[in-house]
């Protein structure tokens, strides 16, 4: 089954929960500016990684997300990595290859091949030249690509100029693309601009979903509601949401403002077809929700 025939099936679909936060959770460190992509320098952190992947499979995730949201040029220039753009990519998609392979299930399994702003996902007044989009959000997609993903994840984006260039670069290598937004406490995207703007210059080119994470979980009902009216009720909808804070040190502080059956109270009254956790959730979140979709 593809990743299009399954999501139009009945059901909903299961993301995983972060990835970022769990490998400092299990240890691993993950100060800037390399972030979740410290994990893929080393064999120790490669193994806490592949575990992580494998836990969210178990937990009943449908999808899961490939650790390569620093794994580009511009991400690994500050600490001299800038060359390993292609290889740590490669690292990371064989890693969640890997535990797929490793977690039996009677349902397919698909890989997200995760990609976010070049710049801090939190700042769209960092959002490069249209050039520089083009040329460094190519080369990322291509890796991606080359590398075996099912689907193209562009997620916690702050603009619609960058998330346009994205999905149209996406598009073209014939995978199913999703996009995602961040968005502030009133419901806009970081830059200001709405949701309803997003979906209209989105949907004609072929997304397979448009949908809002990264923010506190209570705040994305609201979003949703937007993004519901503007797509229409049978489009798919995407959502998860996070449970602490950025961090200029360390990328995020959890704190586990929302246990998991809190998180699932919210999650499952979302409007959407793929639900599952950002920064902060965990494996347990994912079991929750599966446990709570299944009822």
Known sequence: MTFLTSLSQPRQLILDGATGTELNRRGVDTGLPLWSANALLNDHGAGILQNIHEDYLRAGADIITTNTFRTHRRALAPS???????????????????????????????????????????RPDLVPQDEVLLDEHS?????????????ILIETINSIREAVIMAKLAGFTGVPVIVSFVCDRDGKILSGETLTEAA???????????????????????????LQVACGHDFPLIAYGNIGHADEVTGWINTD?????????????W???????CCGTTPEHIHQLNIALKR
């Open 80 to 122: 001299g990595n800038a060359h390993l753009a292609l290889k740590l990519t490669r690292r990371a998609v064989e890693i969640a290859r890997a535990a797929i392979g490793n977690v039996k299930s009677d349902s397919q399994k698909f890989l997200a091949g995760s990609i976010s702003t070049l710049e801090d996902c939190y």
């Open 200 to 226: 209209g210059q989105l949907l004609p080119l072929g997304v397979s979903a448009i949908g809002v994470n990264c923010g506190p979980t209570p705040a994305l009902a609201k979003p949703l509601a937007e």
């Open 271 to 277: 409007p959407v077809k793929i639900v599952g956790g």
């Open 139 to 151: 080369d990322r997609i291509l890796d991606l690509i080359e590398c075996g993903v099912d689907l």
């Open 257 to 269: 403002s929302e246990n998991p059956t809190a998180y699932c109270e919210h999650a499952t009254r």
